[in-house]
């Protein structure tokens, strides 16, 4: 039972520090917004692969944030 407890204590730690890895990628997240908003403003038109470039910066700041988290860095 011990040995469950450690490792339930190493996950609660990891889950714990993932939303602050998250926020570190606040430029990112900021920047896929900004795009489909004014994609989706009056006349404008939101289409596939329109905000790719923005969203695929947030997606690796993302798993870079997991990353992170899963290897217990900082």
């Given at each position: 039972m011990s040995a469950n407890g450690a490792?339930?204590?190493?996950v609660r730690s990891r889950l714990r520090a993932f939303p602050e890895r998250l926020a570190a990628c606040g430029a990112?997240?900021?920047?896929?917004g900004r795009c489909v908003q004014a994609s989706t403003a009056p006349g404008g038109r939101l289409?596939?692969?329109l905000c790719a470039r923005e969203f695929e910066a947030l997606r690796s700041c993302f798993a870079a944030a997991a990353r992170k988290t899963l290897e217990g860095g900082c």
């Open positions: 490792v339930w204590r190493r990112e997240a900021a920047a896929y289409s596939k692969d």
